[in-house]
């Protein structure tokens, strides 16, 4: 039987020799792009929508 670490390690090992990291921030961007996307077409004035854009700036770039 595995030890959790050891279990946890061998999923790491399958995941990142499938480029499992990679398809998901890739992943992710193009939902952030599309998030950016729709905010661009909400009928409000571009300085409105100013702050919602830094807090989303923010969050994504922050360290998790």
């Known amino acids: 039987t595995f030890v959790a670490a050891t279990k946890i390690e061998a999923v790491k090992s399958i995941y990142d020799s499938l480029g499992i990291r990679l ?3 890739n992943l992710s961007y193009s939902y952030i ?3 950016f996307e729709s905010l ?3 009928n409000v004035k ?3 929508k ?3 854009k830094q807090l989303a700036t923010n969050l994504i ?3 998790r």
């Open 46 to 48: 571009t300085d409105r």
């Open 40 to 42: 661009e077409a909400v």
């Open 33 to 35: 792009n599309k998030a």
């Open 61 to 63: 770039g922050r360290d």
């Open 50 to 52: 100013s702050e919602l």
């Open 23 to 25: 398809l998901a921030e």
